[in-house]
C-alpha cells in the first residue's frame, strides 16, 4: 500500500524563525508529484508547494521550500521567517499510484509564537 | 482567479435524510474530485469525475452517489443519512489533459452536521 507518513503530530515555532516538517512517503513508482497543502483555522485547503520527482532541483515558493530526498523518499518543508499567519495544519501529500486521488498524511499542527 | 466553488456551505441534516452538495469547478478544469474529511482527521478521496465520467472511486459508501453535469458542475447525493457523515466535504478540480501533475485546488468545503 502507499502511504504518506508526517511524524510531528504538533510543532511550535518563534515568530520569525525557521521550522522544518517531515514527510515521508512510499511508492514504487519513478516519476511522480509531490505537494504540501495547508489548512488554516478557516478549514480551506490551501496549496503551498509542489515537487516533481524527475527534477533534482527542491521546489522553492517565497518563504516556502522543499528538502526533497528521492532515494530516501522523504520531503519536507522548510518555513523561513514564519509569521502568525502561517499556523495552520500542514498536510503532505502525494497522487497514489500515479492515480488521481491525493492520499495524505496524517497533518502536523504548526503553532507560531509571537 | 476564479476558484472553486461550493454550495451550501453549511447544511444541517437529520439522520436518515437526504443531502445534495454541489461543486461548481474552476472554469476549463475537465476533472473534479471530492473528499471527506472528519473531525481531526485528513481528507479521504471519495470520488473523481473526468469528463462527466466516473474515473476513480475511493471509500464511498453505496448510500452515496454522485455525477458531473453537461456544465462540469458535480452533485454528490448522500442518502440515509448516518450521524458519522458528519464531516467537512471538499470539492476540488483539475486541468487534467493540460496539467499531468494532477495538481488539484479545493473548495472552501461543505460543513454537514447530521444531527
Known amino acids: 500500500a502507499q502511504t504518506v507518513t508526517q511524524s510531528q503530530p504538533e510543532m511550535s515555532v518563534q515568530e520569525a524563525e525557521t521550522v522544518t516538517l517531515s514527510c515521508t512517503y512510499d511508492t514504487s513508482e519513478s516519476d511522480y508529484y509531490l505537494f504540501w497543502y495547508k489548512q488554516p483555522p478557516s478549514r480551506q485547503m490551501i496549496l503551498v508547494i509542489r515537487?516533481?520527482?524527475?527534477?533534482?532541483q527542491n521546489a522553492t515558493e517565497n518563504r516556502f521550500s522543499v528538502n526533497f530526498q528521492k532515494a530516501a523518499k522523504s520531503f519536507s518543508l522548510k518555513i523561513s521567517d514564519s509569521q502568525l499567519g502561517d499556523a495552520a495544519m500542514y498536510f503532505c501529500a502525494y497522487p497514489q499510484g500515479g492515480s488521481e486521488k491525493l492520499v495524505f498524511g496524517k497533518g502536523t499542527k504548526l503553532t507560531v509564537n509571537p | 482567479a476564479a476558484g472553486v466553488i461550493q454550495s451550501p456551505r453549511h447544511l444541517i441534516k437529520e439522520k436518515r435524510e437526504t443531502a445534495t452538495l454541489k461543486c461548481y469547478p474552476i472554469p476549463r478544469h475537465d476533472t473534479v474530485y471530492w473528499y471527506q474529511q472528519g473531525p481531526g482527521q485528513d481528507p479521504q478521496f471519495l470520488i473523481s469525475f473526468y469528463e462527466k465520467m466516473q474515473s476513480d472511486k475511493g471509500s464511498i459508501p453505496d448510500r452515496f452517489s454522485a455525477q458531473q453535469f453537461s456544465d462540469y458542475h458535480s452533485e454528490l447525493n448522500m442518502s440515509s443519512l448516518e450521524l458519522g457523515d458528519s464531516a467537512l466535504y471538499f470539492c476540488?478540480?483539475?486541468?487534467?489533459?493540460?496539467?499531468?501533475?494532477?495538481?488539484?485546488?479545493f473548495g472552501p468545503g461543505t460543513r454537514l452536521t447530521v444531527t
Open positions: 515537487q516533481e520527482a524527475y527534477k533534482q
Open positions: 476540488a478540480s483539475s486541468h487534467r489533459d493540460r496539467d499531468s501533475s494532477y495538481e488539484q485546488y
